[in-house]
């Protein structure tokens, strides 16, 4: 009888992951995640103090807004929207570059590639277009869709990019298009939305994907 039963079994794991490696990008952090939603968590609270101070309910303004007089910040709602909406993704970034390079780094694998490359220009398409769709909004003052808008495109970078990460990438993007289509029915509650998903979901999908492939590792 062989000394190593499982020898083949053993042989064939190490394939599936080899062959997982070379077909999905698997090295995203989840920490990446949880300072995503702690930034965008941020600029919601920014972007509710703007509302409010403007002299507007907390939640978000009507479908078309501009106001007739300067707001006390001395912004105007583009300008204000673009610095908070600038603010957020540069914390974003920054948090997911760092958490991603350094457990990339700690297991030994490449954070640049032609995978990583794939990845990004799947999910760069949606998120461009909607990007020049949310502007198109602010140009014509239609505010109060901004941030469904946003939350539809970036589910659905996430569900098009998913076939080169982790499954649960998909799921995610299922949950933030879905935030998106109730909140061009309930514009009202846009923000509180926007919180909910590029905010909350984000840590909750972090932290999840921290103790599911990080922990003890």
């Known amino acids: 009888m062989s000394q190593y039963p499982h020898q083949p079994l053993d042989q064939l794991r190490d394939i599936h992951r080899m062959m997982e490696r070379t077909s999905k990008f698997i090295g995203l952090s989840g920490l990446s995640g949880v300072g995503a939603g ?15 101070a403007g002299g507007l309910d907390g939640y978000g303004p009507s479908l078309r807004y501009w106001p007739n007089q300067p707001h006390p910040w001395g912004w105007s709602p583009l300008t204000f929207y673009i610095l908070d909406a600038g603010f957020v993704l ?21 954070i640049w590639d032609a ?3 794939r990845l990004l220009l799947h999910l760069a398409i949606p998120l461009v277009t909607g990007g020049i769709f949310c502007l198109a909004l602010f140009f014509h003052g239609y505010l109060g869709l901004v941030g469904p808008a946003t939350l539809i495109f970036y589910g659905l970078a996430l569900v098009n990019g998913s076939k080169f990460t982790l499954q649960d990438v998909y799921y ?4 933030e298009i879905a935030l998106g289509c109730i909140g061009v029915f309930f514009i009202g509650w846009g923000l509180l939305l926007w919180a909910i998903g590029f905010g909350a979901l984000h840590i909750v999908y972090g932290i999840m994907m921290y103790l599911k492939y990080e922990q003890g590792t």
């Open 172 to 175: 995610l993007g299922l949950c």
């Open 115 to 117: 995978l990583t490359q």
């Open 38 to 52: 702690i930034f965008a968590l941020i600029g919601a609270i920014m972007a509710h103090w703007y509302l409010v």
């Open 90 to 110: 540069a914390g974003a970034l920054t948090s997911g570059i760092y958490f991603t390079t350094r457990r990339a780094h700690r297991k030994g694998q490449a």
